[in-house]
């Protein structure tokens, strides 16, 4: 039994060691620095990078408290299956093994089971200690007072704030010193409603035995009703009533004596109105409140005077609500509503804002023109406490701060409502640029999660004053359709090197249906307008876009060359007749369905194996492995640490002639091999091979049907050779290569390439950087020029009738070989298409592709038929065959693989 570890999305370990990959300790101690905890509690071991190799390959700490290891930010992290066995937290061993099973196979104190490097084992004379990786500097003599240190200069005033209030702002209370108070008996009379003292308590007392008498009447009722009801019942006596009629008497006399209290109360109140033509601010303070939200909550006795109101704007007991005794105002209250506005504005005039904000808030009701009074007034402060306690209106709350210089309390407020780029403006202000650079990045991370590149790139060059990350952004916006001809028009605007810009956007950042859209951000350029030399560059540029769209059947950018050429008044009657001509742009069709992997690996190589997709990715240093089925199943692997550059791995795979997928390069640390199996997503296994070896000069490599073997073509020397190895790296046959009967020089081929090779027909088929080569297993070679530099090729499944595809830089070429020789199978076709990308389906069907578009041909007919299109959402980076009818798919650059479904017809 073999034991392997299968790599799982989720950590199914607790954390209780770490790997620090590297051979440098002054790295290792650098991460240990960075996870803050004490180095006496870790345990130290030095990872070779193998069997063969005692050179380290990193650094294997192991955490004697595992409560040390939670919350840390640990990058390689290992879990323990059992005591002094350890394995990565996103792993599992296969096939499962007991606990007891691992400590019997158990030979060290400490055992850890690398992916890449295999089972490594520790004992306790194998522990290192952390001091010992410390190289301690030699010590110099000299005088200890030859290096004084010197006193650090005083820290640069930033900003200078005020200290905020121990206790928030009542903006009423801040208003209570402005009125005086005064008793209620010492509001001017008339002389006739002068009264002493004594009348007074009197009157009072006798208001209060009305209520009491009407109370009294109104329970002898009740008890009289009950009595009636119980013995007027059927069988009992009749119970009658002392002689009846006086407790009614009783509640009449008493309900004419609060009439009185009305008209009391009517007196009152023309009092009152009176007395704001007397003396404003006395009214004031005897003023009922017309309106409030928080009025009338109970009621309180009746009562013919008026009570005394303090002008105090107080908030503490504003929206509490209390027991009121309410009066039926009448006509008096469109009087009194017209005596409160005026004299609000008679505040407003003399400069007493804060009166005129109690008259509206407490009298009228109306705090939003309160908060506005005070605003306008200048009191800041307590118009933000309105809006904020009161209004629940935190924006205008932080607006008033703000305009207030209030700046410490206002950011708060704008935080929470998400105004991040107004808090930074404000720590701006402050002089506190650390924390505004942290709000402004914030913004900007927020705008591009929301794909607003226009206000992410105006954040970066206005507020975090980086240009170049701006105009990126920019350049994101017009790359990913959000605003883009804005966004690109914007990047321009933001360049000195115009001319240089244009063409780098044109040649790198310029996809087929984005062209028509670049013209018109060109056209509307005023640097264009007016620069003869960039409208020249403009107006090349044009032609060479109208000349690719009109090659399939598109006007778009034809129409726009009138603009370029305004003074040309014959050319816009020349392109109408042209787009009314029988030019019809062919369909276009759009995915059907998506695999989606993982975005943050590059996914370099990526190969079709029958039901499934195989691939290569690498994220930093990790690379992986996916399987993937056609209905988005999906499985990843942790491979290995890359030891090398990756641009040295080489993958080879042919699912139609052998079950096996080979990586391979100096790249790979360690050579395995290991059973991709089939299961319930995927319908057939294949073998999964790394090689750290090749042939320093090799140009391909190829497999036949036995998976244990790999044929090699690369030079030896001065001569090209084709040999065949077995997967361990054994030559088992060696060949020289012939052309035409005699040993071919690696001088007499120099335009040979790094090139795929395909066992087809009893030959392996590869490509030049000009021609199309076949030879068969012993060496003996045959080429067929093709005199255009050769981009890219396909060849059709050995069950079909055997022909080639070649992507050139001027068309694509057919080819059909024979036994005896190959040959063309007609002229170029697709010229001018900017193809690189070329796929062979069944049924006489092949796509071309180029970064940015994808075109579908019929080649069953002696010409090449253009069927349809493919506008993908992103550039493309591979064509890949999909393992049903009428059907290919795209690797787009955002990691999506997009399938599509030919026409039919």
């Not at 079909?800 to 070989?817: F, N, R, S």
């Amino acid at each position: 039994m073999v034991l392997e570890l299968k790599y799982s999305e989720k950590a199914l370990w607790p954390v209780a060691a770490a790997v620090i990959p590297g051979g440098d300790p002054e790295l290792w101690l650098a991460e240990i620095g960075c996870w803050g905890i004490a180095p006496n509690t870790l345990r130290c071991f030095i990872m070779p990078q193998g069997i063969r190799s005692t050179k380290a390959a990193g650094l294997f700490v192991l955490f004697q408290d595992s409560k040390n290891a939670a919350g840390l930010s640990v990058r390689y992290p290992y879990g323990q299956v059992t005591d002094g066995f350890f394995i990565p937290v996103n792993s599992f061993l296969f096939p499962e093994a007991l606990p007891e099973e691992i400590r019997s196979l158990k030979l060290w104190d400490v055992q850890v089971f690398h992916p890449a490097i295999g089972l490594v084992g520790f004992d306790k004379k194998d522990e290192i200690q952390l001091a010992d990786l410390l190289d301690i500097p030699e010590e110099k003599d000299g005088g200890w007072l030859t290096e004084l240190p010197q006193a650090k200069p005083y820290p640069a005033l930033m900003s200078i704030s005020l200290e905020p209030e121990a206790q928030p702002l009542d903006a009423m209370d801040a208003l209570s010193a402005l009125i005086d108070k005064q008793e209620l008996s010492d509001i001017p009379q008339d002389e006739a409603d002068k009264k002493t003292v004594l009348q007074k308590i009197l009157k009072g007392l006798g208001i209060i035995g009305l209520w009491i008498l009407l109370l009294f009447a109104l329970i002898g009722k009740v008890i009289f009703a009950i009595l009636r009801a119980f013995f007027g019942r059927p069988g009992r006596a009749v119970y009658r009533s002392p002689k009846a009629g006086w407790l009614q008497q009783l509640e009449n006399w008493v309900g004419n004596r609060l009439k009185d209290i009305e008209k009391q109360r009517d007196s009152e109140l023309n009092r009152l109105v009176k007395l704001f033509d007397k003396n404003n601010d006395e009214a004031l303070m005897y003023a009922i409140p017309l309106n409030s939200p928080y009025l009338n909550r109970g009621t309180a006795p009746k009562t013919g005077k008026l009570s005394r109101r303090s002008l105090n704007l107080n908030l503490r007991g504003f929206g509490s609500g209390r027991a009121a005794d309410a009066w039926e105002l009448g006509e008096y209250r469109n009087t009194l509503r017209q005596q409160y506005i005026r004299s609000a504005n008679l505040n407003i005039e003399k400069g007493d804002y804060k009166k005129a904000a109690y008259i509206y808030a407490h009298l009228l009701g109306d705090l939003h023109t309160a908060a506005k009074v005070l605003q306008d007034g200048r009191h800041y402060r307590e118009a933000a406490a309105i809006y904020k306690d009161h209004l629940n209106n935190r924006a205008k709350a932080a607006e008033c701060l703000e305009n207030g210089g209030l700046l410490g309390d206002a950011i708060p407020i704008y935080v929470e409502l998400g105004s991040y780029e107004k808090a930074g403006d404000l720590h701006t202000q402050l002089g506190q640029d650390g924390q505004a650079r942290k709000y402004y990045q914030d913004t900007v991370d927020r705008s591009l999660s929301s794909k607003d590149y226009l206000n992410a790139s105006r954040l970066k060059i206005e507020k975090l004053h980086d240009t170049e990350a701006g105009r990126k952004v920019l350049l994101d916006g017009w790359k990913y359709d959000n605003q883009p001809e804005v966004c690109l028009k914007k990047y321009f605007e933001t360049t000195a090197e115009l001319d240089a810009e244009i063409k780098a956007v044109y040649k790198d950042h310029l996809v087929m249906r984005k062209k028509t859209a670049f013209l018109n951000v060109l056209v509307e350029l005023p640097e264009v307008r007016n620069d003869g030399h960039l409208q020249e560059t403009a107006l090349g540029i044009a032609y060479e876009i109208v000349h690719q769209q009109a090659s399939r059947g598109d006007h778009s950018g034809m129409r726009l060359l009138t603009r370029f050429l305004p003074e040309d008044r014959l050319l816009g009657q020349d392109s109408n007749r042209y787009i009314l001509q029988n030019h019809r742009k062919p369909a276009t069709i759009a995915a059907t369905s998506h695999i989606e992997l993982r975005p943050d690996i590059q996914w370099n190589w990526i190969v079709n194996y029958h039901d499934q997709l195989l691939g290569i990715g690498i994220k930093q240093q990790e690379v992986f492995l996916v399987r993937a089925n056609w209905d988005g199943k999906i499985a990843y692997e942790f491979l290995f640490l890359l030891a090398a550059d990756p641009r040295t791995l080489r993958l080879v795979a042919d699912g139609f002639v052998c079950p096996v997928l080979i990586l391979a390069g100096k790249a790979v640390p360690l050579q395995t091999n290991k059973k991709l199996e089939s299961y319930s997503y995927f319908e057939r296994e294949a073998t999964f091979y790394q090689l750290n070896w090749l042939p320093p000069q090799a140009l391909a490599m190829g497999l036949k049907a036995n998976p244990g073997e790999l044929f090699v073509f690369h030079s030896n020397g001065d001569h090209l050779c084709l040999d065949r190895f077995s997967i361990e790296g054994d030559i088992l046959e060696g060949n020289y290569c012939l052309l035409n009967g005699e040993q071919v020089s690696i001088y007499e081929m120099a335009n040979l390439r790094a090139s795929e090779m395909f066992w087809r027909k009893e030959h392996f088929y590869l490509t030049g950087q000009e021609c199309l080569i076949r030879m068969d297993e012993n060496g003996a070679i045959e080429i067929l020029p093709l005199n255009a530099q050769v981009l890219d090729f396909s060849i059709s499944s050995p069950h079909a009738a055997l022909k080639i595809a070649v992507i050139t830089d001027k068309g694509c070429l057919l080819i059909m070989p024979a036994v005896k020789e190959m040959h063309l199978a007609g002229n170029f076709f697709a010229a001018g298409s900017g193809a690189c990308f070329v796929q062979l389906l069944p049924d006489n069907k092949l796509i071309l592709a180029s970064c940015e578009m994808a075109w579908a041909y019929d080649i069953s007919g002696p010409e090449p038929k253009l069927i349809c299109e493919v506008e993908p959402g992103e550039r493309i980076y591979k064509i890949l065959t999909v393992p049903k009818r009428h059907h290919f798919a795209l690797l787009e650059e955002d990691n999506r693989v997009s399938v599509h479904q030919l026409p039919e017809n």
